[in-house]
């Protein structure tokens, strides 16, 4: 089977890019060939057999162009091997935890329940001041969101190397008898 997989992604400063290049290495550290895009780069998904989309989160929303390639996909992503992801909360303990159990754009969720992903992840996020504009800037400072790199690379790798086993499981074609 000819397996080509898409790590697609949208993000406002750069963090979840980073994480979907990440999951990328992995992917093609396990041998399989893939190509990490932004999502407004992405023009057709006919090469790909897997699709790995992700997104920044800021008041539980995922960005707006990844919304747009959710919904515009749609029918496309149903016939694909899907996983979703989030990043965005920063600070210390479980992510879903800090985002009160969310997992999934509310708004998005009939939409992620056709696709039927294999499953959706939220990672921690990072936060850098230097980054913000001033009204992102007076936000943070207001809700006192914790401030830095909060992503965990050993569960964004463990995360993509369980997607890679259960590709190349699926991947594997019988031997036949003769």
């Known amino acids: 089977m000819n397996m080509q997989v898409l790590v697609t992604y949208a993000t406002e400063h750069g963090a979840t890019a980073e994480i979907a290049e990440n999951i990328g290495e992995v992917l093609r550290?396990?041998?399989?060939?893939?190509?990490?895009?932004?999502?407004?780069?992405?023009?057709?998904?006919?090469?790909?057999?897997?699709?790995?989309?992700?997104?920044?989160?800021?008041?539980?929303?995922?960005?707006?162009?990844?919304?747009?390639f959710l919904e515009a996909n749609e029918q496309e992503l149903a016939r694909r091997d899907?996983?979703?992801?989030?990043?965005?909360?920063?600070?210390?303990?479980?992510?879903?935890?800090?985002?009160?159990?969310?997992?999934?754009?509310?708004?998005?969720?009939?939409?992620?329940?056709?696709?039927?992903?294999?499953?959706?992840?939220v990672f921690h996020g990072a936060l850098y001041m230097d980054k913000l504009n001033f009204l992102e800037k007076w936000i943070i400072k207001n809700v006192k969101a914790p401030v830095g790199d909060f992503r965990d690379w050993d569960d964004i790798s463990a995360w993509a190397m369980t997607i890679a086993a259960e590709l190349k499981e699926t991947a594997v074609v019988p031997e036949t008898q003769l």
């Open 29 to 68: 550290q396990a041998g399989l060939p893939t190509d990490v895009v932004p999502v407004e780069q992405v023009r057709d998904l006919m090469p790909y057999t897997a699709v790995i989309l992700g997104s920044a989160v800021y008041i539980g929303k995922w960005r707006k162009e990844a919304v747009k």
């Open 82 to 121: 899907v996983w979703l992801f989030s990043s965005g909360p920063t600070g210390e303990g479980d992510p879903v935890e800090l985002m009160q159990g969310w997992r999934f754009p509310t708004a998005q969720q009939s939409i992620a329940d056709r696709i039927q992903p294999h499953d959706i992840a």
